[in-house]
């Protein structure tokens, strides 16, 4: 009897996360935050703060850093931190070697899609305003600014891709997009350098990268492109 393991299937579509995976924004984040905090005269947080406590549902974490929704309203705060996250991200860039990688993508003819927690009309005016709308087949954003979970989304954009989900990967920054890979029943990769402290990254035992030049390796091996470099093992598994 033969004990060979079949190695998977080739990745035939790309799912990625926009914000903190291909767009560097975490520091906007912390900006629209600590504008809200000095508001209410409540303590400030640092990047390294903000990537341990930031998660999804977004409302747990406000919780954990002090805002009480018994005496304000919570969609009055989403549309506070909205508006000051608009303006905070004006100067955010896309996150080093992110069009590198979705140009290569797209000359090999793999196809992409975009599915974000951001409301869907902000996801497209960003996409638009980095020069990069044209890489992506679909965009699936949320119907509204309160970011509970892209699960509903995500299998929304799987029935319209009709793909096999083990032949789909989701690219993402956060234990949610690991999460959300589960339900949907897609493979992960996870970015580090986004949201998420690694180390909160790492409890998941998906891929774990650091950063985007590394995860052209990792994405080559899973497309089945087995003529580029191949990526260390200990950058693959935590």
Known sequence: MSHETRAPAPIRHVIWDWNGTL???????????????????????????YREVFDFPVRDYYCRLGFDFATEDWDANAREFIEYYSEACRDASLREGALAVLTRLHERGIPMSVLSAAETSLLRRMLEDHGVRGFFRAIYGLSDPYAHTKVARGRALMSELGLPPERVLLV???????????????????????????????????????????????LNQMTGDSSRPRVPSAERRG
């Not at 504008?35 to 209410?40: A, D, G, I, V, Y």
């Not at 897609?186 to 030049?213: D, N, T």
């Open 172 to 218: 993402g920054d956060t234990t949610h997009d690991y999460r959300v890979s589960r339900e949907i029943g897609c493979r992960c990769v996870l970015i580090s350098g986004g949201h998420q402290a690694e180390h909160r990254l790492r409890k998941c035992g998906c891929p774990v990268v650091s950063g985007l030049p590394r995860l052209e390796a990792v």
């Open 23 to 49: 767009l560097d924004d975490a520091h906007a984040c912390v900006a629209a935050l600590n504008r809200m905090l000095r508001r209410r005269g409540m303590a400030e947080i640092d990047h390294a703060s």
